[in-house]
């Protein structure tokens, strides 16, 4: 056979392989509002950059009329690109392929491309639309996730893992993207939950749509799974290019460095936070205050919004935001706060990103419902994170620092390398008003007037405790410094803290409160 023969012959087969399941399935596919496998990976990577591998893979399935079937790229498509010049590796499920079921050569093809990125340390995109495991192939297809599940947890903390839920993501196969890093979604069109309407519908005789079960919104504002909230499958590609380009290729890299850019003057810091420690404001303006161009990547938006976690860089370095949010919930560290801070530690901890902490709380959430909910224990992931991370740690306590807030927020005693306060901060065991009225209980009773007794022993206690000073005293902050100081003093420190070197005891790992 001649050349040219053999290569019409190969373009053929992959001109047959690039229709995936056939033009009714991808109809079907357009009119749910999805973009089919293919497209997706073209869209989301650089222009011309995607080789794809394992085109060719066959099933391996013989039973329930399976040996008949043919099943194009066995409903997956792997293969390596970049994004802003960043090398990715990809997977894209094909749900016009068998509902991009995973049997076994499907797990195969994913296992492989897992190998790829770790070994060659880039980051890992998985773009998920499965009916789960392809229920033909039984023991096969359940050897497949594990298989994936171990990769995702090997893979953890060495290159950064991206999941996303293009659609369904039901049954075992959620486990694969709660391993990894960063989870996006997108409104109406994805749908991730462990038991399907169907099954509750027979079990508990209760009826729920597959939204209201585990929509985009529900993995963004109630459960935590997602990390990014999208409105369509292009804006969640522009937020995955966007990270990509933010974050370090791999844990032995650095995020690269950008040109710097000063913050817009519209976000002045002096203007963000209120004189009045009893008026609130967002703290994401006191951020966009102090980042390259004011620009600030958040994470987890949509969940547990008292505390704000994110990057950002300064001088054009990349740093990860840890910030209390006065506005919501006056900033208090509850369960879900904490879960959400400590794993983002984590994350930058990994990855050698500095971590700047912006505090202001006046404490833990008090009750029953947050001391049932184990706000003992997930309140110590905080603790843990933070005295495990060995990245350079800055702490700015903006106005309140209060009791164990005060510890738990990057404090000194967790080691942070640089604490600065603003002069109006308050850093003290409680605030004033609990303070006076537990130790000058008594006092206050027997007094002539007790309301002014009151008033006055406040003040006492403000003046004692409530600043910065006496913390200062004891070295626990290193500077008192102005609001508009803020950028050079954190830049600074982030300066000579680049070659920070500190040894733990040799373990072969701890024990966080998982
Ligand atoms: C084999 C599957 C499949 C599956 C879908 N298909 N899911 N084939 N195994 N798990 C096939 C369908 O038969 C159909 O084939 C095609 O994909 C499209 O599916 P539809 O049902 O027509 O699509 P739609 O109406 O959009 O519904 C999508 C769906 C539904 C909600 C995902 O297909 C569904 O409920 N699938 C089963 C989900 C499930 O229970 N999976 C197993 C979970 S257990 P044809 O040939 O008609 O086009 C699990 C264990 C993992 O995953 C454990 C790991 C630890």
Redesign the pocket.
């Known amino acids: 056979m001649q050349i040219e023969s053999k290569l019409y012959e190969l373009e053929k087969r992959k001109e047959k392989i690039s229709h995936g ?1 056939g033009m009714k ?1 991808i109809e079907k596919q357009k009119a749910m509002g999805k973009l089919t496998a293919r497209e997706r990976i073209i869209a989301l990577l650089d222009a011309d950059s995607f080789h794809e591998y394992d085109i060719f893979v066959e099933h391996d399935a013989h039973d329930f009329g399976m040996q008949n079937k043919e099943l194009p790229g066995d409903g997956v498509i792997i293969g390596t690109g970049s994004i802003c010049g960043v090398p990715v590796a990809i997977f894209a499920q094909d ?1 016009t392929v ?2 991009g ?1 995973l049997g076994l050569m499907h797990a195969r093809k994913i296992s492989k491309i897992m190998d790829y990125a770790l070994n060659m340390r880039m980051p890992l995109i998985g773009i998920n639309d499965s ?6 192939e039984g023991v096969n ?2 050897a497949g ?2 298989e994936i599940f171990f990769r995702n947890t090997l893979s953890s903390g060495v290159i950064p893992q991206i999941s996303v839920i293009l659609g ?1 993501c ?4 959620v ?1 694969s993207p709660a391993l990894t890093d960063f989870v996006f979604v997108v409104d109406n069109i994805s749908k991730m939950f462990i038991t ?1 309407p ?1 099954v509750i519908k027979t079990v508990l005789g209760e009826e729920i749509s ?1 939204e209201e079960l585990g929509g985009a919104r529900v993995h963004s504002e109630i459960t935590g799974n997602a990390h990014f909230f999208a409105t369509s499958e292009e804006e969640c590609f522009v937020q995955i290019r966007k990270l990509i380009s933010t974050i370090p290729a791999n844990n032995t890299e650095k995020a690269p460095l950008i040109e710097t850019a000063e913050p817009k003057p519209e976000y002045d810091i002096n203007q963000v936070v209120p004189g009045d420690p009893t008026i609130p404001y967002d703290v994401r303006n006191v951020i966009k205050s102090l980042t390259d161009d004011s620009d600030f990547i958040e994470v987890m938006e949509l969940f547990a919004g008292n505390i704000v976690v994110g990057f950002g860089r300064i001088e054009g370095e990349t740093v990860g935001f840890v910030a209390n949010q006065p506005i919501v919930m006056a900033g208090v560290l509850d369960c879900d706060s904490s879960d959400k801070a400590a794993r983002f530690i984590r994350y930058c901890d990994a990855f050698n990103i500095p971590i700047v902490t912006l505090e202001d709380l006046p404490g833990y959430l008090p009750g029953v419902d947050q001391e049932h909910a184990g706000v003992i224990r997930h309140g110590a992931k905080l603790l843990y994170a933070y005295s495990e991370a060995t990245v350079p740690k800055i702490t700015v306590i903006l106005r309140k620092a209060y009791g164990g807030g005060y510890i738990a927020m990057g404090s000194r005693h967790l080691r942070a390398d640089f604490v600065f306060a603003w002069p109006g901060a308050e850093i003290a065991v409680m605030g004033p008003e609990g303070a006076a009225n537990i130790i000058f209980r008594k006092e206050i009773m027997e007094a002539e007037n007790p309301e002014e007794t009151r008033k006055a022993k406040i003040q006492e206690y403000k003046e004692k405790f409530a600043n910065p000073y006496v913390a200062a005293a004891k070295g626990y902050i290193d500077s008192v410094i102005a609001p508009e100081e803020t950028r050079r003093f954190v830049a600074h420190a982030l300066s000579v803290a680049k070659h920070k070197t500190v040894l733990r005891p040799t373990k072969k790992h701890g024990i966080p409160p998982f």
């Open positions: 399941g399935a749900f068998a509902g079921s009916g789960g495991a392809r229920i033909q297809a359940l996730y594990g369904p039901a049954g075992g196969a486990y399907g169907e597959q």
